[in-house]
T-cell receptor, first 115, second 115 residues
Framework: GAGVSQTPSNKVTEKGKYVELRCDPI?????LYWYRQSLGQGPEFLIY????????DSGLPNDRFFAVRPEGSVSTLKIQRTERGDSAVYLC?????????????FGPGTRLLVL | AQKVTQAQTEISVVEKEDVTLDCVYE???????LFWYKQPPSGELVFLIR??????QNEISGRYSWNFQKSTSSFNFTITASQVVDSAVYFCALLNSNSGYALNFGKGTSLLVTP
């Protein structure tokens, strides 16, 4: 079956601009996660959705970052007033259901470059 | 505090050699899960294995094997008879109740297998 998909695969923007990154989870998966991976580092957690609601957004670095999942499937990560430090790979993952024993399956990521 | 340490930043081996990637973790929880993911140059994180804290049996899957030792808080990964296609960055990750549902990744080990 289809895995997690993310669009766009690459995004180049200018400092101060607004960007949206989209994630389409595996069909039937109720939990969705966003991570950010900087060069040479492991992914770092941003936010987790259970259904339509953000169950844990403790990893969002500041209020310029926001994510939604209005219908409990596709999610959009929104970054306002982008800064050069936001440049990274943004990874999305999904799991069949929430729970610490659940395996998270990752998408290919969106590479964001802020000039 | 919880932490995952992958002390080996880069490893280079010649094809057909065996190689072990080390992972040491810290957690105060008695219930936790450990994961290994592979990140090839394409960037997508590929799930390899999940192990819970109550199951210390070693696991073998083809050329891959995992050694989980609670006494040393380690979850090491061995590739037998390495192949060029094994070249990737490998991440060890920890999931426990303190982290909610956020995977806590190590910094990764970059493995290069040369012909």
């Amino acid at each position: 079956g289809a895995g997690v998909s993310q669009t766009p695969s690459n995004k180049v923007t200018e400092k101060g601009k607004y960007v949206e990154l989209r994630c389409d989870p595996i069909s039937g998966h109720t939990a969705l996660y966003w991570y950010r991976q900087s060069l040479g580092q492991g992914p770092e957690f941003l936010i987790y959705f259970q259904g339509t609601g953000a169950a844990d957004d403790s990893g969002l670095p500041n209020d310029r970052f926001f994510a939604v999942r209005p219908e409990g499937s596709v999610s959009t990560l929104k970054i306002q007033r982008t800064e050069r430090g936001d440049s990274a790979v943004y990874l999305c993952a999904s799991s069949f259901q929430p729970g610490i024993g659940e395996t998270q399956y990752f998408g290919p990521g969106t590479r964001l470059l802020v000039l | 505090a919880q932490k995952v340490t992958q002390a080996q930043t880069e490893i280079s081996v010649v094809e057909k050699e065996d190689v072990t990637l080390d992972c040491v973790y810290e957690t105060r929880d008695t219930t936790y899960y450990l994961f290994w993911y592979k990140q090839p140059p394409s960037g997508e994180l590929v799930f390899l294995i999940r192990r819970n804290s109550f199951d210390e049996q070693n696991e073998i899957s083809g050329r891959y094997s995992w050694n989980f030792q609670k006494s040393t808080s380690s979850f090491n990964f061995t590739i037998t008879a390495s192949q060029v296609v094994d070249s990737a960055v490998y991440f060890c990750a920890l999931l426990n109740s303190n982290s909610g549902y956020a995977l806590n990744f190590g910094k990764g080990t970059s493995l290069l297998v040369t012909p």
